[in-house]
Structures are given as structure tokens and as C-alpha cells.
């Protein structure tokens, strides 16, 4: 139903090709997804910067000229934001030097019918309808350089095939969400959800797996609590491949159907939902390469 | 009831082959079960009084089918992957919940309307799969406390034979408001069965007809019995799981108050559920179906956000493993069964077939529990009926059918992808008529629609 | 936690406990009373209307609360002798067992419902309800009760040393009350019977346990008249 292909790179030497092995190892997993896909990077030049929010919005056309969304966001945020908008592909990216909140509230304002799908100092998040490659080449994922990214092909299962229903799912500042496999107690954990004042997006099962780590990460847990806690609520098969930030991490359940496969060399670290997809990383031959025990959650940081 | 003949100058009574041949047509509101009804009032000018539940067609668990797992879902292999069956029932406020193997447990049956044979019957057959049984309105037999690893003993308006010794022995208390066979009314035991036995532990002159009080003497509504389940907590030492059991007519509004009212799991009981003794015009005439009582219970804990935080047990018409799955798909943390306990043990076992037609009645038909003349032993204080059933193999039996009641449900979870029957959720089901969707508010099959919902 | 204060008195014995529910709670209260052993006397001060006091005892000792207490008070006794200086609640002595329960103020209503055994003694008035559903238990109280007291009563006496209310002894069983006053009105299957030489024997014992020097020859009795034990046709308007 789905592929999915994250790397981090420990080495900051590898960061310029980070786009370019991304992109081969996503070229592996297509047929696994071919209705949508979806990018995470992190830290990639042109599209992030330090110290400066970034909203990732669904869409290149947003109704309204460039220009105007900025002049109408810079009467919202301070002359010293350097307020940024551009269009990469069919994602369109706006920015600020203000606190991540500050803009998602600025941007509503101006753009109410706009998807924010991805948010952060770090992360750029990229989605649409079609098929991968042609995506990733629309995009641009090839020339981007990073610390770290993350691609899902997508076959949806019981929610609508649309770009918002694509993944990642990126509901909390930095923080990406992949899944392959299908969750079957969501609507449960929705409603509970709901109760507790979350706001969903789309009918989505792994929203809710989104909406949950970033739950718990607010009351205070790190991602590997988090994850155990999933675990602990969400029935069903899942593999998932989380980022923040700084880290990377990887869960299956217990009973461990869906594909899941690591390499890790002391220059990367790299999940792919088949070792196709891994097997024309630089020195795969000396990886350590394995796959994730059933219901053990995995994590790396940067 | 029994069917006695009052026209004995009519002819022997036709086959059903000869009332075809002769075109004969039966009334659809004068019934030959009303007929006959109309007739015993006339001749007696007392209401009849029987057992078991509602025996009209009511929207039930029949209607509702899942959706099992295939391509968008994924099914669980039987055996190595599990699916657990356990339930915590409540740990809510109670610093000893009950931690039970299934979610099948045994509801109240009194000693008095049930033999003691028959109470030791299920205290053995509910311990031997780790589950629990509950007294009734009659207080704790040694017999049943002996053989009952879990016994929630039942606090009623009646109060018979309530002592704080007993109280301190239960694994949990059920504070009683009602029964989904006729929630509003008070229990009844005729003459025939108040032995001296029962008498004695009812505090009651041998032989009478009995009847119980409808309301609690010393509390009345959710602001008191706030303060009653205080009581009981502080005598108990906050120990002990304290439930309370209300008959499915408002079930939204009773569940919400019942756990306001401090109550660690809520009870609730349809129309389908069983009596010992009640008029017929209330068992048929009063309470709604537990299909539709459910998610109206489901509702209010979720709207307190406190669905699955405080249990939820149902009862009333629980048969089959398949029943036990859409209860909990539906919400429910457990099920409780009675009906179906009594026959696990021998109630209308065709094997009596000639003892049941010397009463006017017939296996498969036999209600009339109030009599105390039940040949299969159960519904009786006779001595010598009672002692037909062998309360272990009786155990056995009923043992052998919570297994099976547990083992149906798993089969159906794990086709659904569930790891443990709590993960069953409404949205595995789909209901069959417009009625049972609109009731258990799941979509028609086939459709995305839900009567007065979408 | 339990606030105990050291005795002050040089005559009482270590064996005297006073409990200040003025920032103690009542669930401390009643496990110190869960814990404590026969012979030990206790004193609940500041009750404060406050409810579910010392319920639950099941031993030999004794308690005095100075004050007013709320709902269910001495609910479930079981051996000891509970005192209340003021007026109690609701249910007073519910549901008792045995000992001895005396309330010098007025109790509310469902004063000794359901009780198995023992005595309560209501100096007071006593409200609507008293003794409903009682099965052994003896209540004496010195004042007026109110209506459907002893309702389905099943057993034990109920002595009234001032009026009944309405519908007294409704569908009583074969418990017993004696009244000195006037009855408003008698409860369905409730009937006047002749007080014989046992009754006035008895009336006395309970008079006198209840430390009160009325005449049993000054009450009337009352009982079930057994008329509703069997369901019958023509009882069909008392249903």
C-alpha cells in the first residue's frame, strides 16, 4: 500500500547529495505507491533557514499573486521578519523570522482556504497527486542538499486519494510522520483525541498517529516515550518512520507484517521499505544492515 | 405462561397441517398467544406473572454485521497472534478492581428465584474461566461466596439479607436501580418458592408472595446517591469496585448520572434481559432494546471523557460470541449474561420435554420461573427438582459455553485486526435494517448512511 | 491523617480518642475507626452536618459525635454504641446490624431503614420514613415520625412516643410499632391489633432501654393485618 525511504546523514560531508540519494532510494519504492507522494527534508538550503519559521503550504497556486500574500503578511508580522514567499514545485513556502505560531496565525488570516502540511526551522514538506518521480522531479529533490529526508509513495487505503491525504504528516513544529500499513482502532483514538481539543485535517489513520506523538511529545515525552506510548493505544499494522528536528526513528508493531529495512554506517543512517531502495547508497556493502525487531522502537539523532 | 384450556367444549385441538387445509386465518393483533392472555385474565382477574425477558421481535445484535479484514485491513492468525480477552473493571476510584479473563461475566440472580444448586452452578463454571457471577435480591449464600473466585454482590432497594460482613467480602458492590426487564419495578417472588431457607435470609414469613420495594429506602436520585456511594466506599475503605445497574429506558441520561454520581463501572441492562418474576405487561411494554441502548450509554461517557475510564457493562439477549463482539464493538468494556446461563445449565432441555407439557408449557417455551416447579431444577426451591442439577457438571457446562461465548468473539476480533476485543470500535460495523442503524448508529450496509446522523 | 488529641481529663484512660473533622477528613476518621479495638472510646468533634460518619463499625466501642452529622451516620453498625449530641441526616443508622445508635436531636428521614438488629434511640422527632423496610431492628423514638414510616416493615419494633404521620405501616410485613400519640392515617394492610400482656411487657423493655418513663399501657399497637401475602383478585385495588 505503501513505500517508504528516509535518510539521516550523520556525516555533514554527504549533506550536499542528500536530494540526489534520496531521490534514488524513492525511485525503488514507486510501485508500492504510485497515487501520491510526499518529501520531508531538513535543513536544505533556499527552502529553511536558521532562526526563521517555515510553512510549507499545500499548492503552488494559492489564489493570489505572490506579491500580495506578502505585502498582506507583512502588515500581520514585524518589518523585521523578512517575510519570504516562493514556489517550489507544487508546494509553495512562506517564511519569517517569528515564532513558528506567530506565522501559522498571520498565514490563516491571509490565506484561509490554504493546507498548511508542513511547519518548522528545519523542515520543508512537499506533496502532491501523481506519480512520485514526476513529483520529486517537480520539486527540484535531486539539486537539494540536507541533514535529513524522508519520502513516502502512497496507495491510499480507506481515505481519499488527495495530496492532503498524502504523507508525511507534520502537525507539530518540525515533526514528520510516516506509515505503511493501516491502523485499526483509529476512529477510537480520533474521538479521544477530538475530546481533548486536537483539530484533524483530513480522515486520515495516520493523522491520528501524527496527531498522537505530537500529543504526547506536548506533555512532555521524548519521541522514544512517545512511541513506546503508541504502541501501547494503536491497534493494527504500522511501520513508522517519525523525524524531528535532530532525530530519526523507526517502530513496528508487534506482529511485524509490513516491510521495514535499515543499513547504518557511521556516515548514515537509512530506512527503506525494501533494501532495493538501499542498495545504491555509497558503502552499502560495509553497512550494518538489518530489520527492526517486532514492537522495538529504533531511534538516531543527528 | 400457562396455557390452560378454558373452552372444553371446543375441539381437540387442530394441527397445523389441518388449519392449512381449511384455510384458517390467525389474526395479526388478536395473536393466539393474545388470545390466550385475554382469555386467562378473564378466568383468573390477576395480571400473569412470569419469567425470562421480552419475547417480542425487538432490533437486536442480529441486525448488525462486521466488516471483517482484507486488503485495506489486515487480520490477525489464530493461535501465535494473540488477541487478548482481559478486562479491568473498576479502577476508577476502587483500589482492588476486578480483574477478570473475559468480558463475559454472570448478572444477579438471586438465591430464592434460582435453587442453591443452581448459584453454585454458576459461581463454579464463572471462576473455572475467570470471570465473575453476582448475587440478587436475596443476599450472599456461603455456597455461592465459596464457589466464586470474583462475586459482586448486588445492593438493592429490597435490602434482603444486606449485612456489612458480606459487603466486605464482595469483590464488588452493584447498587441495583433497575432491570432492563422492567426498569421502574421492584422484584417479585411468589409463595411457592419462599422456602424457609429464603425466608430466613429475607427476614420473611414462609410461604407468601413477596414483593419487593421499587425504590431504595434511604436515597432517591443522582444528588443522594452521590452521598450513598460515599457511604459504601468509607465502609468498605475505598476497596472495592462500586457499579451501579439501571434498566435501558433513558440510558443517556442514567449513565451520565450514574457516573457522576462517583459510580467506577455503570450497568445496563435492555428489555431483552431476564426476570425471575414479573408481570407480562411490564416485561413486553416497558424499557428499550439493548441495541439501542448502547450507544446512548456510550455517548454520555464519551461526552464525560470517560468512555473506557469507567466501564460500561451490557446486558440483556447476549447469546452468541458474535453478540459479545458488537456489544464491545459498540463501547461496551464487558457483557453480562442470565438467560443464557440458565440454559447453559439446563433451562428448557428438551429432555424434560414430558414434564414440561405436564405444566402446559413446552421446551423452548418454559417461562413460568415464578412457579417454582421448574423440572430442570434451576428456577426452584423444591428439594427434590433442585437436586437434578449437579452443580458440577453444571458448572462444567456453563464454563465450557463461556469459553465458547469468549472464543467466537476473538475469532470475529482478530478477523478485524484486533489485538485485544476492547479495539473493536463502531466503525467495524455496519447494521442490515434501517431500524437496527438507526438504533446502533452504525451505516447500512453498503451505504454511508445513518438514519438521523448523516 | 487523624488528629489525636492527648487526653486531657487525668481520669480518662489512653484508650480515649477525639477525632477534629475541622481539618481531618471523614474517610481518616473512618479508618481509625475500622482499626480500632474493643473497649476504646471516641470523640468526633466539628461533624459539621458532614455525612458517612462512623459507618462501617464493627466492633466493641464507643463514639460520641458533638455536633450535627449529615446523611447514612452510624450507617451498617455493627457491636458499639454511637452517640449523636445534635440532629442526624438521612438514613441514619441504615442498614444496622446490632449495638446501639442514640441520636439526642431530631433524625431525618429513613431513620433506621432497612436495619437488621440493634437499637436506635431518637430523642427527637424522626421524619418521614422511619423504620422503612426494617427487619429487626428496634427503634424508639421520643417524639413525632412522618408519613410512610415502616413501610414494608418486615420485622422488629418501632415505638412512637409522640404522632404518626400518614400511611403508616404501608404493606407492613410482621414487624411491630406501638404508638402513644395520634395516627394521621394507617398504610394499606396496616391495622390496629389489641395490645396483650406480652406486648406491654415488651413495649416496657424497649422503653427502658431506651432510658424513657412513658406507660406502655398509654400506646396503641399496630401490625399487618396478612390480608396482601398472596396476590388475589380481590386485593386488585391495594396493587
Sequence with gaps: MCGIAALQLRNPRLHPQMGSLLSSMMCQIVDRGPDSAGLAVYDTPGLVSKGTATLSLLGKDQGMPVGDIIAALETLLPLSAATAVRVVGDTTLVSAAVDTGLLVKAVSETLPGSTIIGRGEHVAVMKSVGHPMDIAAEHGLEAMAGSQGLSHTRMATESAVTAGGSHPFSVADDLCLVHNGSFSNHATIRRGLLRDGVVFDSDNDTEVGARYIASRLQQGDDLETALTNLGKVFDGFYTLVVTTADSMAVVRDPIACKPAIIAETADYVAMASEYRALASLPGIESARIFEPEPGKVYTWSL | MTITSLTPGAPAASTARQVEELGLRESATFDRATIADIQRAAATGVYDIRGWGAKRKVPHFDDLLFL????????????????????????????????????????????????????????????????????????????????????????????????????????????????????????????????????????????????????????????????????????????????????????????????KAGADVVVVDGMQGGTAATQQVFIENVGIPTLAAIPQAVQALQELGLHRKVQLIVSGGIRTGADVAKAMALGADAVAIGTAALIALGDNDPRYAAEYAALGSAAGYYDDFQDGRDPAGITTQDPELSSRLDPVAGGRRLANYLRVLTMEAQTIARACGKSHLHNLEPEDLVALTIEASAMARVPLAGTSWIPGAT | MVTLTAPENLETTLDSFTVDLDGSPVRDLNQALHNAVDGQSWTVESPGGKHSLAVGINTDIGVTINGHAGYYAAGMHQKGDVTITGNAGVGLAENIMSGRVHVKGDASQSAAATGHGGLVVIDGNAGARCGISMKGVDVVVGGNIGHMSAFMAQAGRLVVCGDAGDALGDSIYEARIYVKGTVASLGADCVEKPMEAEHLEELGGLLTAAGRTDKPADFKRYGSARNLYHFSVHNSTSY
Excluded at chain 2, 434460582?114 to 463454579?124: I, Y
Excluded at chain 2, 475467570?130 to 436475596?138: F, L, Q
Aim: hydrophobic content about 30%; aromatic content about 6%.
Design chain 2, 68 to 259: 471483517g479484514a482484507s486488503m485495506s485491513r489486515y487480520p490477525l492468525e489464530g493461535y501465535r497472534e494473540k488477541c487478548d480477552t482481559d478486562v479491568v473493571l473498576g479502577d476508577r476510584y476502587a483500589s482492588k478492581p476486578l480483574h477478570l479473563q473475559t468480558p463475559v461475566t454472570i448478572a444477579g440472580m438471586s438465591f430464592g428465584a434460582l435453587s442453591a444448586n443452581a448459584k453454585e452452578a454458576l459461581g463454579r463454571g464463572a471462576s473455572e474461566v475467570g470471570t465473575s457471577t453476582t448475587t440478587g435480591d436475596g443476599g450472599m449464600t456461603p455456597e455461592e461466596r465459596g464457589q466464586s473466585k470474583h462475586l459482586v454482590y448486588q445492593y438493592l432497594p429490597s435490602r434482603y439479607g444486606m449485612n456489612p460482613d458480606d459487603l466486605r467480602k464482595a469483590d464488588a458492590i452493584e447498587i441495583v436501580l433497575g432491570q432492563g426487564a422492567k426498569p421502574g419495578g421492584g422484584g417479585m417472588l411468589l409463595g411457592q418458592k419462599i422456602t424457609e431457607r429464603v425466608a430466613g435470609m429475607r427476614t420473611l414469613p414462609v410461604g407468601i408472595d413477596q414483593r419487593s420495594a421499587s425504590r431504595h429506602p434511604d436515597w432517591t436520585g443522582p444528588d443522594d446517591l452521590e452521598i450513598k456511594i460515599g457511604e459504601l466506599r468509607e465502609i468498605t475503605d475505598w476497596k472495592t469496585p462500586i457499579y451501579v445497574k439501571i434498566g435501558a429506558s433513558r440510558p443517556y441520561y442514567d449513565t451520565a448520572l450514574a457516573v
